[in-house]
């Protein structure tokens, strides 16, 4: 019903930049979270950064002051661009979005499929 889809990963070196960008489509009635989440290998999956439909965010400490995320509720798309990356970021970035649905009230956290970023030193 509801597909997220991730692009802009890849390998950039230390101090680079990089902009990820997940685009949410299917039987979209509202979007009131989206967000980026990061696996790095033998790690658990952790939040990045979030925003509100209300443009409301969240930051974990590591990344605050060089990553912004940003969306564009038209079109259901959120962006997180990285800025003096560190070899400590390199792992694979997920998309997140708490949707509800033409036809499940309920809302739900949908997941894209991930896209690697990998910062060289």
């Known amino acids: 019903q509801v597909q997220l889809v991730e692009s802009g990963g890849g390998l950039v070196q230390a101090g680079g930049s990089l902009r990820l960008s997940c685009s949410a489509s299917?039987?979209?009635?509202?979007?009131?979270?989206m967000g980026w989440y990061r696996q790095a290998p033998g790690k658990q999956r952790s939040l990045v950064a979030r925003i509100i439909s209300g443009g409301g965010t969240n930051y974990a400490d590591s990344v605050k002051g060089r990553f912004t995320i940003s969306r564009d509720n038209a079109k259901n798309t959120v962006y997180l661009q990285m800025n003096s990356v560190k070899p400590e970021d390199t792992a694979v970035y997920y998309c997140?979005?708490?949707?509800?649905?033409?036809?499940?009230?309920?809302?739900?956290?949908?997941w894209g499929q991930g896209t690697q970023v990998t910062v060289s030193s």
């Open positions: 997140n979005g708490n949707i509800r649905t033409t036809t499940n009230w309920e809302p739900y956290d949908y």
């Open positions: 299917g039987s979209i009635f509202s979007i009131n979270v």
